[in-house]
């Protein structure tokens, strides 16, 4: 029976930065997963993750996406790997809005520069975007996406220099603490550690029961479209989006790695799902949703479906992240809840989880992600 210093469990776009992070600071690590060391089953695939500070879900957020920025800097630099693709980002509502609104506090509390611009300003500038008169952007020229998949390789690659163990298809069938410290019964053998690191995306109800009436999967559909005019939606010429619109709220980026537009909506039809039973069929009604959103605000980009593929969003009934120790087990930390939004931080939240291994403690400020907030 092999002992470390720290287990993490689940080694998607959270637990990878884990292991990567625990690693480094000279740790004895282990890093178990459940499927292959990338795969298109959870939440960390579909090669784009957007990265903004335009941030309506809180201001509290702007400080950790800034210390991700840096983090996945140094990680391209050290890799030698381009991760972090800079287009600009457009938070895009109707100007009275929370969503526009609370999007422009979060850069005004934190002084980040950016423009506004009225619909068919936003037009004019990127010949891609058809917004009408009702919706107004907010423009921030940091904005951009990261590629998920090689965000992944890169930190796996990272943490084996450093050391760690990573257990590709090695499922977890559970997990108990003993004494001060944990036991971890996999399909394949038992593992002990002083420290467990649980960040298992949506199958983290399933690993921790504490947080399964807090941390819900949702299945989500994205699309990607063939453009009539491909030069307005590349990169150099198309930044990316996020707007609350009549038909809900969407978001999408440039063609990058694979060809087309790629769109998505948040909450897709609010299908709440078990991650091991979900339909990862894609239907007729799931490219309309797109295909109408498209051909309304893209039109430019409405030709035919290239492709569409599932995953999940997991969230919390807040929408804000789950972080923290379990307070009954200490030696204990999830990381769960990431909803629509989660990947960007996702180097960061590795530097977190490594610190409440580490030191029971983090001098990132997570009050906001406090399980304890929902009276568990």
Request: proline share 7%; net charge negative; aromatic share 10%.
């Amino acid at each position: 029976m092999a002992h470390y210093d720290a287990i993490v469990i689940g080694v998607g776009g959270m637990g990878s930065a884990a292991v990567y992070h625990l690693a480094r600071r000279g740790l004895k690590v282990l890093g178990l997963e459940q499927y292959d060391t990338t795969h298109e089953l959870g939440s960390s695939h579909g090669y784009s993750r957007m990265i903004r500070y335009t941030l309506q879900e809180h201001p509290s957020y702007v400080p950790l996406v800034r210390r991700a920025y840096e983090l996945w800097h140094q990680l391209e630099n050290a890799s030698g790997e381009r991760l972090v693709v800079t287009t600009g980002s457009v938070r895009a509502g109707p100007p009275d809005s929370p969503f526009f609104q609370n999007a422009k506090e979060s850069c005004d509390i934190h002084h980040i520069p950016y423009e506004i611009m009225t619909g068919p300003e936003t037009g004019k500038r990127f010949p891609g975007y058809r917004f009408p008169e009702g919706i107004s952007s907010i423009y921030q020229s940091d904005g951009g996406f990261l590629l998920p998949e090689r965000c992944i390789v890169s930190h796996v690659r990272a943490a084996q220099e450093a050391g760690a163990e990573v257990h590709g298809r090695e499922a977890v069938l559970g997990w108990e603490p003993k004494g001060e410290g944990v036991e971890v019964r996999t399909g394949r053998d038992t593992h002990t550690a002083r420290r467990l690191v649980v960040t298992a995306g949506a199958w983290a109800a399933k690993m921790v029961p504490q947080v399964a009436r807090y941390a819900v999967p949702e299945r989500q559909v994205l699309g990607w479209f063939q453009p009539e005019r491909p030069g307005l939606f590349k990169p150099e010429t198309f930044p990316v989006f996020g707007v609350l619109a009549e038909e809900g709220r969407y978001y999408g980026f440039p063609s990058y790695s694979v060809p087309g537009f790629k769109v998505g909506r948040s909450h897709h039809l609010r299908q709440q799902v078990d991650p091991d039973t979900m339909d990862r069929e894609v239907h007729p009604e799931d490219e309309e949703i797109l295909r109408q959103f498209v051909g309304r605000y893209f039109p430019l980009a409405a030709g035919p479906v290239l492709m569409l593929k599932t995953c999940m969003y997991t969230n919390t009934p807040d929408e804000h992240f789950i972080i923290g120790a379990l307070p009954s087990i200490p030696q204990v930390s999830v990381a769960a809840g990431f909803s629509g939004h989660g990947f960007k931080f996702a180097s960061v939240i590795g530097e977190i989880m490594a610190d409440l291994a580490q030191h029971g403690e983090t001098t990132h400020d997570i009050s906001l992600f406090r399980l304890d907030r929902f009276g568990a």
